[in-house]
T-cell receptor
């Protein structure tokens, strides 16, 4: 059964803090993604990774970085959290580009930056 | 520019009242059209993938169809538990690994 887990369901952080969001998938998927979801804006891609230690910028990478040291784990880092980064963060994964395209999502992390 | 537009933004139906949700897409060379269901405070849950015009897929009370410009999610005799936001997404040949999401349709079914 497909499973993507995220380390926290809810987080409250202060402006300027460094924030780590962790995502783990157990499906041996090559690709992993980080999105943020805001009302009226839909899902927007922050970063994705198609292999260990590989990363690509999405549509809104500013203020974020990522790390993929192992195939099953993809971390999103907010170097210095700001209030405009308050959002729902969603991790997803899928198989290689040539095969199945469907992305499977984690439960999400709702982040509040004060 | 690749784009996915969903309508309506919100839809309220009576239990048993069938209807359709629309997803219009503009992508160069469709490689996949996806439908997801999202409950409040949760991640999207995969429903269907469609690859070519004329294709249809069904799951319980839901049926997804695809044309060259649009996809429809038909819901037949809905129940209150079908209440959720339904997201449409598309991937084209030019968008590399990116999947473009629509803003979703918020569906509410009254008992």
């Amino acid at each position: 059964d497909v499973k993507v887990t995220q380390s926290s369901r809810y987080l409250v952080k202060r402006t300027g803090e460094k924030v780590f969001l962790e995502c783990v998938q157990d499906m041996d998927h090559e690709n992993m993604f980080w999105y943020r979801q805001d009302p009226g804006l839909g899902l927007r891609l922050i970063y994705f990774s198609y292999d260990v230690k590989m990363k690509e910028k999405g549509d809104i990478p500013e203020g974020y970085s990522v790390s993929r040291e192992k195939k099953e784990r993809f971390s999103l880092i907010l170097e210095s959290a700001s209030t405009n980064q308050t959002s729902m963060y969603l991790c997803a994964s899928n198989k290689g580009l040539a095969t199945q395209e469907t992305q499977y999502f984690g439960p999400g992390t709702r982040l509040l930056v004060l | 520019e690749d784009q996915v537009t969903q309508s309506p933004e919100a839809l309220r139906l009576q239990e048993g009242e069938s209807s359709s949700l629309n997803c219009s897409y503009t992508v160069s060379g469709l490689r996949g059209l996806f439908w997801y269901r999202q409950d409040p405070g949760k991640g999207p849950e995969f429903l269907f993938t469609l690859y070519s015009a004329g294709e249809e897929k069904e799951k319980e009370r839901l049926k997804a169809t695809l044309t060259k410009k649009e996809s429809f999610l038909h819901i037949t005799a809905p129940k209150p538990e079908d209440s959720a936001t339904y997201l449409c997404a598309a991937r084209g040949y030019s968008s590399a690994s990116k999947i473009i999401f629509g803003s979703g349709t918020r569906l509410s079914i009254r008992p």
